[in-house]
C-alpha cells in the first residue's frame, strides 16, 4: 500500500500550508522549515499578474485562473507582498466565478495576512478594498445577507478603489435581501449603467425562492448523531470537504490522542471563514502533500467549536510517519499558541472532546499526549508543537487535575 500520506519525507503536515501564507515566524512551526528559493517581485510576474487581471476583468475566467493558480503556487515565495496579494486575490475571484466560494474564502485570508505587511498606506487600503467585496460576494454566494451588505459597505468607504457601479448594485441588492426598501431604492438610484447584464443575472439568482440549503445548521452533527454521549461536533459537510481518496488504512485499535496547533495565525470565530480556512487546509494536505484527505481527525477553533476532520475509521497523517500515526487520533486547535493559551471555550471543548474520546475507546489519560511529546519519545526528531500552553494543559489534563489557569 502506498505510504504517501504518512509523511515520512517531510514530517510536519501544516508546513506547507504555512509557509504558503508566508509567514516569518517559522520557530513556531509544527516543525522547521525546509529551504527554498524566494521570488522577488520581478517585472515578468508584475506583468503577467497584470495581464491576468485584465482577463478577469474582460470575463476570460478560465484563462486568467490558469495563470493565477500557477503563481499562487509560488506566492509563497514572493517577498513582494503586495503582488502576492494581488495574486491572491485574482485566484479569489476566479474561484468564486468558478462556484468554489469556500476555496475563495480561503484565498482571501491569506491575501488579508500579505495584506497587513504592506507598508504603503494607500497599496494597502486599495488592496483591503478588493478583499472586503470579495468577502461580500463569498457572503453572498453562500447567502450571509447580511455579512455581505457589511464587506460591501467596507469596501465602499475606500472611494475609488473599486466600480462604483457594481458596488452600488451589491448594496442595492444586499439590502432588499434584508428588506431595506427604502435603502435598497437609494443605492439603486446611484447606478449610473443599470443595464448591465451581469446585474441582472445576480438580481435573479438571488431573489429567486433559494434552492434547498446544503446543511442546515440546526442539522445534528453527524457524529453527534451517532453518539449521544459525543459532544457537539460539526460534520465534514459543514465545511464543504472534498471525498477522502482511497489511499489511506483503518485505525486500528485507537489507543492514544495527539493534540497539535495549526501554527497558523487564525483567530476568527465566524463560522463560514473557520469553514473556508478548514477546507483551505484539506486542500493543501490532499494537493501539496497529496496525502487521502485532511491529516487531523478533529479541529477546534478559537471559539471552541469542534469540526470532523478525517473520519475517525481511517488513520490519520498529522504524528510524523506510518507508525506514530496507527491508533492514533490526531486533535488540531486552530491558530498559532506558540506564545498565547486556549481560550476558555476551547479548554472546556477540547476537555470534553478529550474525556468523550477516552470513554469511548478505552483510552488512558496517560495517553494523551501533545506532538512533540510523541515525536520526541520516538526518536523522531523535535518539534514545537503545540506550543508551551497548550502542552501544559494536556500535562494537566493528564494528571487529573482540570483546574486550569489562564493563557
Ligand atoms: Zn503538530
Redesign the pocket.
Known amino acids: 500500500m502506498a505510504r504517501r500520506r504518512s509523511s515520512k519525507r517531510r514530517p ?3 508546513l506547507v500550508f504555512f509557509v504558503l501564507i508566508g509567514i516569518a515566524h517559522v520557530t513556531s512551526s ?2 522547521s522549515p525546509g529551504g527554498g528559493p524566494t521570488i522577488s517581485g520581478n517585472t515578468d510576474t508584475r506583468l503577467e499578474v497584470s495581464r491576468a487581471e485584465s482577463d478577469l476583468g474582460r470575463g476570460n475566467v478560465a484563462q486568467a485562473a490558469a495563470v493565477f493558480d500557477k503563481l499562487a503556487g509560488r506566492a509563497m515565495t514572493l517577498t513582494d507582498h503586495q503582488l502576492a496579494a494581488r495574486v491572491l486575490l485574482g485566484r479569489a475571484e476566479c474561484r468564486l466565478r468558478q462556484g468554489d466560494p469556500s476555496a475563495a474564502g480561503e484565498d482571501l485570508l491569506r491575501a488579508d495576512t500579505r495584506n497587513r505587511q504592506i507598508t504603503n498606506a494607500g497599496e494597502k487600503r486599495s488592496i483591503d478594498a478588493r478583499i472586503a467585496f470579495l468577502n461580500g460576494e463569498v457572503d453572498l454566494e453562500q447567502r450571509d445577507w447580511n455579512g455581505a451588505h457589511t464587506h460591501y459597505k467596507r469596501a465602499a468607504e475606500v472611494p475609488g478603489a473599486l466600480d462604483a457601479d457594481r458596488l452600488n448594485h451589491r448594496l442595492a441588492l444586499t439590502a432588499k435581501l434584508l428588506n431595506r426598501t427604502a435603502e435598497a431604492s437609494s443605492y439603486r438610484a446611484r447606478i449610473r449603467n443599470p443595464s448591465r447584464s451581469e446585474f441582472a443575472t445576480l438580481d435573479a439568482r438571488f431573489t429567486a425562492p433559494p434552492p434547498q440549503p446544503k446543511t442546515s445548521s440546526s442539522a445534528p452533527a453527524a457524529v453527534a448523531a451517532a453518539d449521544p454521549s459525543a459532544p457537539p461536533i460539526l460534520p465534514r459537510a459543514k465545511w464543504n470537504a472534498r471525498a477522502a481518496t482511497w489511499d489511506k488504512d483503518p485505525i486500528g485499535k485507537i489507543w492514544r490522542v ?6 497558523t495565525p487564525f483567530d476568527s470565530t465566524d463560522t463560514a471563514m473557520t469553514a473556508a480556512h478548514i477546507s483551505g487546509i484539506q486542500r493543501t494536505h490532499q494537493g501539496d502533500r497529496g496525502w487521502a484527505d485532511i491529516g487531523y481527525h478533529f479541529l477546534v477553533d478559537r471559539a471552541g467549536r469542534i469540526w470532523e476532520g478525517r473520519e475517525l475509521r481511517w488513520q490519520g497523517a ?2 510524523g510517519n506510518h507508525e506514530l500515526n496507527a491508533g492514533n487520533v ?1 486533535i ?1 486547535v486552530l491558530g498559532d499558541y506558540s506564545s498565547r493559551g486556549l481560550s476558555s471555550a476551547q479548554e472546556s471543548s477540547l476537555t470534553r472532546l478529550l474525556d468523550w474520546l477516552r470513554k469511548k475507546n478505552g483510552v488512558a489519560a496517560g495517553n494523551v499526549f ?3 511529546e510523541v515525536r520526541e519519545h520516538n526518536d523522531h526528531g523535535s ?1 514545537e ?2 506550543g508551551p500552553k497548550i502542552t501544559a494543559f494536556v500535562k494537566r489534563y493528564r494528571s487529573g487535575s482540570k483546574a486550569v489557569a489562564k493563557g
Open positions: 510536519s503536515p501544516l509544527c516543525s495527539t493534540v497539535h496547533h495549526s501554527a498529522h504524528a490526531g488540531c501533545t506532538h512533540r518539534s508543537c503545540p
